[in-house]
């Protein structure tokens, strides 16, 4: 299954993994969550939002690509920042998000499965195949930094 690596766009996956969670909930029911739902909603939202832009913003400032299909194209290691907290902070981000939607759903099964998937199929498909690609580019400076930051969190 290796012509599944780099193919699809994380956020697509995300997408994917959400519209899953909609399915397995047996559909939405849309409502305005309140009480603690609300407050662990928003939480969730403002975290993962908070991963997604320090991420993307440390990547603009580095001048360095975004785009997670094409790796080889990096043009600096990115380790200030977020990144000194988790080598994927975008990624962090969208697990966080997509808790957020489980939390919403309110589906214990969906609220578990649908990170959990993503994180699986992301490890396998993205980010173990960019780690790849990142050594070949970088060598000892990104393998010293994968021994210091971790993956996820």
Not at 55 to 78: C, D, H, I, K
Request: charge should be positive; hydrophobic fraction near 50%.
């Amino acid at each position: 299954m290796s012509w599944l690596e780099h193919r699809v766009p994380p956020p697509l996956v995300g997408l994917v993994t959400a519209l899953l969670m909609v399915w397995a909930a047996g559909g939405p029911e849309w409502h305005v969550p309140t009480g603690s739902n609300g407050l662990s909603l928003a939480l969730l939202v403002l975290v993962g939002l908070s991963f997604d832009l320090a991420g993307l913003l440390a990547f603009r400032a580095s001048r360095t690509t975004v785009n997670p299909l094409r790796p080889e194209r990096a043009s600096s290691l990115v380790t200030r920042g977020v990144y000194r907290i988790t080598r994927n902070p975008m990624y962090v981000g969208m697990v966080f998000l997509l808790l957020a939607w489980g939390v919403y759903l309110a589906h214990w099964p969906a609220l578990l499965l649908g990170p959990m998937a993503y994180v699986l199929y992301l490890t396998r498909f993205q980010i173990a195949p960019e780690e790849r690609v990142l050594l070949g580019l970088f060598g000892e400076e990104y393998r010293t930094y994968m021994a210091r930051v971790r993956r996820w969190l």
